[in-house]
């Protein structure tokens, strides 16, 4: 079963071709550039981008296929010739679109693509929750089934993206339930934001994974680890943020580099171990060791070797994304989460109805 996926939902406009488990092609485009002068994502302007790029971008996903005789074709080729992808859509068996959670006018552009398509090509669609993709990211082969990686369930499953911080359970193939979250910014915001306040730019995780590896101490201003206390599982980065901003203006203290090298890795630290305080606290409430993570922050090698010694402690597993495009927003995800849903039969029964969920969460 051969699933042509579609993915607008925030500042990326990505397609993929996949087989199963299996990434046949993966093409993304990023808008982070258009959007890092405003320090954060626009969303008027992501939609204009995803307007402006998805038709190459599915066209890229078509023709780049792997294994496929096309698939040497350079973007330029591409975008240059006026080829129709009719005999590409004819391997084609379903499309896989995000609905949701996302930006409304940003999700928009995937589904009227979507139906276009489907509605051109005779395709039915299989609508997919943008955060089971990243919960499935960790399951994504390449084109020659690796890493085989059999399932194991239940899981918990950890989501640490810009949008969103869930500590999910993760029971069986469509079966998922969010044991706790996020009450104010998710913790990719909270690095973005903490970039934005240190003047470091955008977008803020990578950034600031880089100065920290650089500081002596990682932990030298101590912030707060936000309702450690809490009987929930619930996490709060917003006060964080507030506790950085007096930091960083402090005047005291002269402005050096270090120092701000120094905020950066302790803020760091404090969202890592925040999440790492309350992952523990799941895995001790429900017995269940078995770690799967997935979002962009998850990018980042210090929280990846924090949650490997989770699992030492707690005598589990953690298993990341494969490979680091998988980490940050993608198509594949969508694609792999979509053969589940057609396996059990969940298409799109009334196009007209089908619209986009910006707040769509786990059922
Ligand atoms: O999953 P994603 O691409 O988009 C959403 O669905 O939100 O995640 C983007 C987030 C941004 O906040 C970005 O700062 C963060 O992931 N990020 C990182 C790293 N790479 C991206 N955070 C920490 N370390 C990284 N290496
Ligand atoms: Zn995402």
New binding site residues.
């Given amino acids: 079963m051969r699933i042509l996926s579609i993915e607008t939902?925030?500042?990326?406009t990505a397609a993929a071709v996949t087989e199963g488990r299996k990434v046949l092609s993966s093409s993304v485009y990023s808008q982070i550039l258009l959007h890092k002068k405003w320090g954060g994502v626009v969303p008027s302007i992501a939609k204009k981008a995803h307007q402006e790029r998805i038709d190459l971008v599915i066209k890229e996903a078509l023709v780049r296929v792997k294994n496929s005789k096309s698939e040497a074709r350079s973007t330029k080729q591409i975008k240059n010739s006026n080829f129709d992808i009719r005999a590409y859509m004819k391997n084609i068996d379903f499309i896989a679109v995000t609905y949701g959670p996302?930006l409304a006018i940003a999700l928009e552009v995937g589904i009227d693509k979507a139906k276009e398509l489907a509605k051109k090509y005779n395709k039915k669609i299989i609508p997919v929750n943008?955060m089971e993709g990243?919960i499935y990211s960790s399951f994504a082969q390449n084109s020659m089934s690796n890493p085989v990686r059999p399932f194991g369930f239940p899981y918990m499953a950890l989501l640490?993206?810009?949008?969103?911080t869930e500590i999910v359970l993760w029971e069986d193939y469509l079966k998922f339930k969010v044991l706790g979250e996020t009450v104010d910014d998710?913790?990719?915001?909270a690095?973005?934001k903490a970039?934005k306040i240190l003047g470091l730019g955008?977008?803020?995780?990578?950034v600031?994974?880089r100065i920290a590896q650089k500081v002596e101490n990682r932990d030298i201003f101590k912030f707060p680890r936000p309702m450690r206390r809490s009987n929930d599982l619930n996490l709060s980065f917003s006060g964080l943020k507030t506790s950085l901003y007096y930091l960083s203006k402090d005047s005291n203290s002269m402005f050096k580099v270090e120092k701000l090298n120094d905020l950066a890795s302790s803020f760091?630290e404090a969202v890592f171990e925040s999440i790492i305080i309350k992952l523990k606290k799941a895995i001790e409430q429900t017995g269940v060791k078995n770690i799967t993570v997935?979002?962009?922050?998850?990018?980042?090698?210090r929280?990846r070797n924090l949650l490997r010694g989770v699992a030492k402690e707690v005598n589990g597993t953690v298993v990341f994304p494969p490979y680091k495009y998988l980490?940050?927003?993608n198509a594949a995800m969508i694609g792999v989460v979509a053969h589940y849903k057609a396996q059990a039969g969940i298409f799109v029964k009334n196009m007209k109805s089908f619209e986009r969920e910006p707040r769509l969460s786990f059922i």
């Fill in positions: 939902s925030c500042d990326e996302g943008h990243h640490v993206s810009g949008g969103h998710a913790a990719g915001e690095l973005d970039s955008y977008p803020g995780g990578p600031i994974e760091q997935g979002g962009g922050v998850v990018a980042n090698q929280f980490c940050t927003d």
